[in-house]
């Protein structure tokens, strides 16, 4: 089964260390060292670009009403 790789402009599922925390975030673009800029939703509802590691982002699951 092939990898997924993100690339600039698509939706990854975020997945943190604990496994618990999951959230949805816009793959901004790639930086160094397998790491990606990505855009969230912040805790105060403003949208924040963070710093992740490739390995934590996985492809979104489809979508069940479309």
Same mark, same amino acid.
């Not at 690339?7 to 930086?31: C, D, F, H, K, Q």
């Not at 990505?38 to 992740?52: F, M, N, S, Y």
């Given at each position: 089964?092939?990898?997924?790789?993100?690339?600039?402009?698509?939706?990854?599922?975020?997945?943190?260390?604990?496994?618990?925390?999951? =959230?949805?975030?816009? $793959? &901004?673009?790639?930086? !160094?060292? *397998?790491?990606?800029?990505? %855009?969230?939703?912040? =805790?105060?509802?403003? $949208? &924040?670009?963070?710093? !992740?590691? *490739?390995?934590?982002?996985? %492809?979104?699951?489809?979508?069940?009403?479309?």
């Amino acid at each position: 089964m092939p990898t997924w790789i993100p690339t600039p402009g698509n939706i990854a599922a975020y997945i943190g260390r604990t496994g618990s925390s999951r =959230r949805n975030m816009l $793959v &901004v673009a790639e930086a !160094v060292g *397998g790491r990606f800029v990505v %855009e969230a939703i912040g =805790r105060k509802g403003i $949208v &924040v670009r963070l710093t !992740v590691k *490739g390995d934590s982002l996985k %492809e979104p699951q489809p979508d069940l009403f479309a």
